[in-house]
């Protein structure tokens, strides 16, 4: 079983930047996947970007070039730097892992971009 923490939402204003955290517990050995989704109120939820566990990275076409996902693999904490935020940015977002051919999900952050 893993359990999935996040932190780091709020509020900002457009232009700003936030720092998504989130850390993975249980009796787990190494998670091959962990990624950031969200989803904004009256739309599906959406991948956000992913990484594996040897650092190849995945990024939606909205994000690019203003997110940036990483992680530390000894602490199984996947973390996503939002630069440039805009309001269409708003959503919540979540954060899943793929470990043993499950997914886990966490319980969710909210971001605001708002003036």
């Known amino acids: 079983q893993v359990h999935l923490v996040e932190s780091g939402g709020g509020l900002v204003q457009p232009g700003g930047s936030l720092r998504l955290s989130c850390a993975a517990s249980?009796?787990?050995?190494?998670?091959?996947?962990m990624g950031w989704y969200r989803q904004a109120p009256g739309k599906q939820r959406e991948l956000v970007a992913d990484?594996?566990?040897?650092?190849?990275?995945n990024y939606a076409d909205s994000v690019k070039g203003r997110f940036t996902i990483s992680r530390d693999n000894g602490k199984n904490t996947v973390y996503l730097q939002m630069n440039s935020l805009k309001p269409e940015d708003t959503a919540v977002y979540y954060c899943?892992?793929?470990?043993?051919?499950?997914?886990?999900w966490g319980q969710g952050t909210q971001v605001t971009v708002s003036s």
């Open positions: 899943r892992c793929l470990y043993l051919g499950r997914e886990y």
């Open positions: 249980g009796s787990i050995f190494s998670i091959n996947v």
């Open positions: 990484i594996t566990s040897g650092g190849s990275t």
